[in-house]
């Protein structure tokens, strides 16, 4: 058996295979020569490398598989990078690994400790265990093996450890910010689905019994186009520049009666009953008492591929991404009742159950960020203003929150000082038309991993990241993405597809 005291120049791959690491069970360490191809389409997508690496798999109890992939020594730029999820995980990010090793990183990447589908909770049933690993167990267990093994293979633990991820990945970074703040030296949090609970019942069940509860209330894929033009053309060219974007959707006083049919229905209208049920998705969800559950979806993301046809309409009801999503969750994980019935559920009764039993293992929304902060950590978090998915709202909810932490005692807005000892370790990136994570008419591409290396490595934090937008593969559109609540606005002078014609002016 191989063990880190006798590793102290470097193991070779084949002999990690008998490292010794605890709760751990090493199932293979192999070489692995390009091309290689691992993964499939079903959620992060198939990836093919063409660099060489020991690549290791392995178990950690109970049921966390794990895979960490090694580049060759030379091509190994000291770095470890954590890879995170979607969804409901099930599966290891392979995708994700190959990007991570492509620039240099070793990997890890785990199923979060089952093995399904993308929005599969079935696992949860009867095993409270797994559902602490999904919810913040596995990441960091993922995380202290991926070090050992690094170790074991160099003969040296990672100069600077980074952990990326969008979506479910966005939470598991918060996560572990909030619970093990030795463990990354930075973070990239994308679109997160920190507040977990409250998105998928408040959020995502939210928006199901809107359009499915009474049957005339759906709203079908044909009526999405006649909907999305209607907000571009009430809050396109506020921010001064129409180009197919609603820059800050908080301002947009779009009311969905304007499209109201006044006879016949038909894909150009909506009806009465589909009028109030796109208003009750802007409007986020309450209880009785008009407490907020939570926040509301944003006009300006209706369209698109990635837009509300997929996750509100689906090709008929009962289809669309988020009922499918709150529907599983529901049964699987908060009643535990594969028989129950979503439609069900009541938000003054069930609610305050369901934040009781699950909250404290997987919701990321404790604001006190002191340890992270105080070892160095530096975290960017980003969220698309057109995301049809988590509610963008629900990032500046967390960010805010965070802010006051460092102002408690502040009855309104958090002091100047409560912002800037935010901003010394934690920005986040409102990106105006990105969709969930990627897609949607604004610039969805940008480098917040380079960002993060600058800040950490050579102490330079991002005051702006350039996102460019393709269209067919090719670059049309560059706008600067300016750290909240600052946001970029023309000058008027130039073209408005270039990013250098824009500042960022504050929003505070």
């Not at 030379?74 to 492509?102: C, E, R, T």
């Not at 690993?133 to 995380?143: I, L, P």
């Not at 996750?311 to 008929?316: D, E, H, K, P, T």
Request: aromatic share 10%.
């Amino acid at each position: 058996m191989l063990s880190l005291s006798s590793t102290a120049c470097g193991a070779t791959c084949r002999e990690l295979a008998s490292l010794s690491v605890p709760q751990t069970k090493i199932e293979s360490a192999a070489q692995v020569s390009p091309p290689f191809t691992a993964g499939d389409q079903s959620a992060f997508g198939a990836v093919t490398v063409q660099k060489p690496f020991c690549r290791v798999t392995g178990r950690i109890a109970p049921a966390i598989r794990f895979e960490v992939w090694l580049p060759v020594a030379p091509a190994w730029n000291g770095k470890l990078q954590g890879v995170g999820n979607g969804g409901v995980a099930g599966m290891i990010n392979y995708a994700g690994l190959g990007a991570a090793l492509d620039r240099g990183y070793a990997a890890v990447s785990s199923d979060l400790g089952h093995e399904g589908g993308f929005i599969d909770f079935r696992f949860a049933v009867g095993h409270p265990e797994l559902v602490k690993d999904w919810g913040y167990r596995a990441t960091h267990e993922m995380t202290e093996k991926a070090k050992a093994i690094v170790q074991a293979f160099y003969g040296a633990l990672p100069a600077h450890s980074y952990f990326t991820g969008c979506s479910g990945g966005g939470r598991q970074g918060l996560m572990e910010a909030q619970r093990y703040p030795e463990d990354y030296d930075g973070i990239v949090a994308g679109d997160p689905t920190s507040d977990f609970t409250r998105l998928t019942l408040g959020g995502r069940l939210w928006v199901a019994e809107a359009t499915l509860k009474n049957p005339a209330s759906y709203v079908p894929a044909g009526k999405i186009p006649v909907l999305a033009a209607a907000v571009q053309a009430a809050c396109d060219a506020q921010d001064g520049v129409k180009d197919g974007i609603v820059a800050d959707p908080r301002q947009c006083r779009f009311d969905p009666a304007t499209i109201q049919c006044n006879g016949a229905d038909s894909d150009s209208c909506l009806t009465a009953a589909q009028v109030t049920a796109v208003k009750t998705i802007y409007a986020g969800s309450t209880n009785a008492k008009g407490e907020r559950i939570f926040p509301g979806y944003m006009p300006g993301g209706e369209l698109g591929p990635g837009g509300w046809a997929s996750y509100v309409s689906g090709a008929a009801p009962k289809q669309g991404g988020q009922f499918q999503y709150a529907d599983g969750f529901a049964r699987y994980m908060v009643m535990e009742r594969p028989d129950y019935d979503s439609l069900t559920f009541d938000f003054d009764r069930d609610m305050p159950a369901a934040i009781t039993k699950l909250s404290k293992d997987i919701d990321a929304t404790n604001p006190d960020l002191s340890a992270f902060a105080a070892r160095g950590g530096k975290l960017i978090q980003y969220h698309g203003w057109s995301d049809p998915g988590v509610s963008p709202l629900s990032s500046i909810r967390y960010y805010e929150s965070v802010v006051r932490a460092h102002d408690p005692a502040a009855s309104g807005r958090p002091s100047l000082k409560a912002w800037h000892a935010t901003w010394d370790f934690y920005r986040l990136f409102m990106v105006p038309g990105m969709q969930h994570c990627v897609g949607g008419p604004g610039p969805d591409h940008f480098d917040a991993l380079a960002a993060l290396e600058a800040w950490v490595e050579k102490k330079t934090p991002p005051d702006r990241i350039i996102a460019t937008h393709l269209t067919n593969g090719k670059p049309d559109r560059t706008r600067p993405l300016c750290y909240y609540p600052s946001a970029a606005q023309w000058t008027g002078q130039g073209s408005t597809d270039d990013a250098r014609n824009f500042v960022c002016v504050s929003g505070r």
